[in-house]
Structure formats: structure tokens, C-alpha cells
């Protein structure tokens, strides 16, 4: 038996398609946002160290894309990323599964997975890159740390929320183990997984930029810290536009993931 047939009275209807002019909304936003901007600098004479326009950013963005430097960095940072998210994933979504089918475990791990949110993951980076070194390790393990909660609040959310009439009736047609995981569990779950998996993908980021602060030789991070000591403002906003669309781009994949993985709630 399949979920998706079980939840035929439970739907979830996608939001509707947005009228074709709210499309363009936020890119009007944006070239408002830039006026705004330049007229700002323009009209405040503010320093370019203290403040540059969008004109002289834009001219950082051609010149360390031209010459390699934006992408040698994003690519250090997105390797930091991917196998950050990919670990902490992993690892919260077995213990999330743990915890939820497990009372025992829950009362043994849940005090310490909590108290563990209290240690900002700022005060720990320092410590990980003198243990694991200034290479990728530590910043994936870093970014992996800063991931892992939201993602298993969310798997044990989405295990303990499949209807218990579900699972009496996976058990009354004699469904094994594996069955009731594989056609009940995870597809009942999986709209809340991938939300804990957005948050995920946006935090793993911060993750890997806190890593690279407390001690890196390349990416993205590590470029911004340089240009700071510099006072390379504008090399600083690109490094931070980086990061904003590596976001975007991780927040969209898995929007993506969502809805084709989701295409039976529709």
C-alpha cells in the first residue's frame, strides 16, 4: 500500500502560481534598493572604504571573476557547504529516527542534544580548527554542527507526526518493518523533512563562513576576512553577495527537490 493513496482525504495542495507581475516584484525591489543606494553614496559623500557604491562593487565582482579568485574561493566554500549539509543530514536524520521510535533513547540523548544548543557555534569553531586543523574537515564538521539540530527537531516532528490509524492499518494488512518505513513513514514525514532540509541548507553556509573566520586559507570566508584587514570593502560586499546566492541556489535545489518528491500531495 502506498501513502499517497492513504492520504487521498489529507491533501496538501502547493500554493497557487503567483500573478505574472508579482514575478517581477523583487527584481523592481532590487533596482530600488540599488538607487537607493547609489544616490546615497552619491549624495553623502560617504568614504569608499567606509561605504562603496553599487558601481564600485560591481567593478570588484568583473575583476575577481576575471581573474579567478571569486571562483577558486566559492568552490572551497561550496565543497565546506555540500559536505557539511550531507553529514549533518545523515547523522540527524538516523538519530531523529532513533528518537522518535525510541522513549529510552529520547530520555538518554535529549538532555545533551539540547544543552548542546546553548554553546554558540562561534565560541566552538575556534576550538575544532586547533583540533581538526585548518583544512576542510573543520569547516564541514563545523557546518555539520550547526545544521543538525533544526534538521532532527524536524525528523522527530515529521516520524512522530504519521497518524497512528495509518499505522494500524499497515499492521492490519500485515506490512513488514521495511514496508511500513518505506511506504508510510518516510513518505508521511517527508514534508517536514525537507523543511527542516531548507533551514539546512541556509544555515550550512553560516556554518562554513564561522569555520572559515577561525581559520582558513581559501574560501569565501576566508576571502572576506582578508579584504577586511585591507579595508577592501568592495571585495567584501562581492564575498557577501557569494554567499547570498550560494544560499539561494541551495535554498532552490532543495525547493525543487520538494516539489517533485511532493507531487502526489497535489
Do not use: C
Not at 25 to 40: C, K, N, R, T
Not at 99 to 105: D, E, H, I, P, Y
Not at 112 to 117: G, I, N, P
Amino acid at each position: 500500500m502506498d501513502i499517497s493513496l492513504a492520504h487521498k482525504q489529507q491533501k496538501h495542495p502547493l500554493m497557487p502560481a503567483a500573478p505574472r507581475w508579482q514575478v517581477w516584484l523583487p527584481i523592481l525591489m532590487l533596482v530600488a534598493f540599488l538607487i537607493g543606494w547609489e544616490a546615497l553614496v552619491r549624495l553623502s559623500n560617504i568614504p569608499a572604504f567606509i561605504l562603496p557604491s553599487p558601481g564600485a562593487v560591481g567593478a570588484k565582482l568583473a575583476n575577481v571573476v576575471l581573474n579567478g579568485t571569486l571562483l577558486h574561493h566559492s568552490i572551497v566554500t561550496l565543497a565546506e557547504v555540500v559536505g557539511g549539509l550531507a553529514l549533518g543530514l545523515t547523522v540527524a536524520t538516523v538519530l531523529g529516527y532513533l528518537l522518535a521510535k525510541s522513549v529510552t533513547v529520547e530520555r538518554a540523548l535529549a538532555p545533551y542534544l539540547v544543552a548542546s544548543q546553548a554553546i554558540p557555534i562561534v565560541a566552538i569553531a575556534p576550538l575544532l580548527v586547533i583540533w581538526f586543523g585548518s583544512g576542510m574537515f573543520s569547516k564541514v564538521l563545523i557546518s555539520a554542527l550547526i545544521v543538525f539540530f533544526p534538521i532532527l527537531i524536524n525528523t522527530i516532528a515529521g516520524i512522530r507526526g504519521v497518524p497512528a490509524d495509518l499505522h494500524d492499518l499497515m499492521r492490519s494488512l500485515r506490512a513488514t518493518r521495511w514496508q511500513i518505513f518505506s511506504k508510510l513513514e518516510v513518505p508521511a514525514s517527508l514534508p517536514v523533512l525537507l523543511a527542516g532540509l531548507k533551514i539546512g541548507a541556509t544555515l550550512s553556509v553560516i556554518g562554513a563562513v564561522v569555520g572559515e573566520f577561525a581559520g582558513a586559507n581559501a574560501g569565501l570566508g576566508s576571502m572576506i576576512s582578508l579584504a577586511d584587514g585591507q579595508y577592501d570593502t568592495a571585495r567584501m560586499f562581492v564575498g557577501v553577495l557569494a554567499l547570498v546566492t550560494m544560499a539561494l541556489a541551495l535554498y532552490g535545489t532543495v525547493t525543487w527537490i520538494e516539489r517533485r518528491a511532493l507531487r502526489w500531495q497535489k
